[in-house]
């Protein structure tokens, strides 16, 4: 099947939209064709951006388009654990993590220590968490961090 367009020249004042359509099949050829008169395009104004936080002359703003607004955005770089103390510790026990590209606060979305062993944590800021070192396995461990952006893990010995 083909589909053609001609275009009749700007010349003349009235411009024509002229369709024709071509069926070619095993039983014969078809030919439709229709004719409708081109509508001008109409240049549209260069339109600036709006301002934060503010809505257009006559908007309306969807409901929650203020949490919207002001929402962190949590894709950046792979989180990188730099340090953990203590680098062991029994179920129950305190861990602080320092590193960096932990995101602002609400950005992290887990901690674990080793498959199946989900940690509670704060997401203190951009390069501090505190987390809880879960009942589980003993021996070492991955305390591994995830962001959006990815992981980063590094050894934690659970006694």
């Given at each position: ?15 024509l ?35 934060k ?23 950046g ?26 995101g602002?606060?609400g ?53």
């Amino acid at each position: 099947m083909r589909v053609g367009i001609l275009r009749l020249s700007r010349a003349y004042h009235a411009a024509l939209l002229l369709t024709v359509l071509v069926v070619v099949s095993p039983v014969g050829v078809t030919v439709a064709w229709s004719a409708e008169k081109e509508k001008p395009i109409k240049k549209e104004k260069s339109v600036q951006p709006a301002k934060k936080g503010t809505t257009s002359k006559g908007a309306t703003k969807a409901p929650g388009a203020g949490i919207v607004d002001t929402a962190t955005a949590c894709f950046g770089d792979t989180p990188k654990i730099e340090t953990v103390k203590p680098d062991e510790g029994k179920t129950g026990d305190k861990v602080t993590i320092t590193g960096t590209n932990f995101g602002a606060p609400g950005c992290l979305s887990s901690v674990s220590f080793g498959p199946g062993s989900p940690a509670t944590f704060v997401h203190v800021n951009e390069s501090t968490v505190t987390a809880t070192v879960p009942s589980g396995k003993k021996g070492i461990r991955l305390l591994t961090v995830t962001t959006a952006s990815g992981e980063d893990s590094k050894p934690f010995f659970v006694k």
